[in-house]
């Protein structure tokens, strides 16, 4: 999720639309999964915000790594029906091509930085709507000795076409295609801009969109 948004925000939060009309996001994925679009899937969405009395501070990038790797996907593959053996580390790596991880605005930094950058043995495909990368330490780290022989299965970004972050998420894309060699536009990367702005309408369409990749 974004900044002054919850982790409610992509599955139960009531959420307005440019027009007046509300609805929640989960009725997209019920939707799509009625109709047969995508197979049934697991959604899990965690806080980005540590809480200090009734204070909010986001969290690090490496504080929500270490949370994703050693509690929420652990917590996830033994309470819940994944294709993960076990809920141990190794077992978490052998099933990561079906496990992917996105997030919107400030979720969307997080993605690239906690997902492609520190958790990419445990993450095989990313979604960032509508934010923004260091490209340079993302490059680096995909590029790095102990990342390099781990391979993407899907890279979409996104953003809306009256966007406050439509170029900065288009920079950080072919920034990242152009110099990261596993990556192409077309075979596993993918760069899409849709009517709207940096709202939900925008990333309803594009989580609609990305997940028929991966389901």
């Avoid at 982790?7 to 994925?29: A, H």
């Avoid at 939707?31 to 965690?46: F, N, Q, T, Y």
């Amino acid at each position: 999720h974004g900044l002054r948004t919850t982790e409610e925000s992509w599955l139960d939060e009531t959420l307005e639309l440019w027009d007046g009309r509300f609805f929640e996001m989960r009725w997209v994925y019920d939707r799509m999964i009625a109709e047969k679009l995508i197979d049934p899937l697991i959604i899990v969405s965690a806080s980005q915000y540590l809480v200090h009395g009734n204070t909010q501070y986001k969290s690090s990038y490496e504080q929500m790594a270490a949370e994703l790797q050693g509690t929420i996907l652990p917590y996830t593959a033994q309470f819940l029906s994944t294709y993960a053996e076990g809920c141990d580390a190794a077992s978490l790596m052998l099933a990561r091509e079906h496990f992917p991880i996105g997030g919107n605005s400030w979720g969307s930094y997080y993605t690239y930085d906690t997902g492609m950058c520190q958790s990419l043995p445990y993450f095989a495909s990313f979604l960032c709507f509508s934010g923004d990368a260091a490209t340079a330490y993302v490059v680096q780290s995909l590029e790095s000795d102990q990342l390099r022989d781990y391979p993407i299965r899907l890279y979409y970004a996104a953003a809306g076409d009256t966007d406050v972050a439509r170029e900065e998420e288009r920079t950080a894309f072919y920034a990242t295609v152009r110099r990261a060699g596993r990556l192409g536009a077309g075979p596993n990367a993918f760069y899409h801009v849709c009517e709207g702005g940096h709202d939900w309408g925008t990333w309803s369409i594009e989580i609609y969109n990305a997940l028929q990749f991966l389901f």
